[in-house]
């Protein structure tokens, strides 16, 4: 399984950008990076996934450099409700290998 | 469509009982799974399902059995609840795999004394 480690907790203001860098060195060729985003007594909610390069979406942008050790999740101009915990996840194609991050836990401040 | 559900969402139960968490999901998805969280570890995989009739183990199934009789279901079944189960559990769902976008339940909150 590939070991999946993020930073603890992060703070940020009202309109930042905000980047949560995921690291994952084992990482296998065919394996998948997706970050989910949890609210307290929530079930996680997809954010974004990719396989390389980058990928962008309505909410967020995930950049995943030549040798796929890191990805890194960026949310432009964060308001207070983006205040959670954000998790990483490595996965193969098939879904039997999986390994979360432990979640940064994100704090935007007015 | 109501997503995923799960019941109870509280529960507790003394050493040595056995309970079974409920799982539905009202999208058709082949993937089904089971997720314990616990404090600074994340999400861990306990069994996952990719069809009915078909289950497997994940990285921590020690404790706990599935089945999936039906496309909709997958219950987990704590057999003799230990202490080291208190956990939240998740059960989520997909089109295709684990890898690919899940929805997950509300989660169960489970302690066990």
Redesign the interface.
Known sequence: ?AK?TQP?SMDSYEGQEVNITCSHNNIATND?I?WYQQFP??????II?GYKTKVTNEVASLFIPADRKSSTLSLPRVSLSDTAVY?CLV??????M??????TRLMVKP | NAG?TQTPKFQVLKTGQSMTLQCAQDMNHE?M?W?RQDP??????IH?S?GAGIT?Q??VPNGYNVSRSTTEDFPLRLLSAAPSQTSVY?C?S?S????????????TRLTVL
């Open positions: 399984l999946t603890i998948y997706t007594s929530q079930g996680p909610r997809f996934q998790y996965a193969n194609n098939a879904g039997n999986l390994t979360f991050g432990g979640g | 995923v993937y799974s997720y600074g570890m994340g999400l861990r995989l996952y990719v497997d994940g990285e998740f989520a997909s295709t795999s684990g890898r690919n976008e899940q929805f997950f339940g509300p989660g």
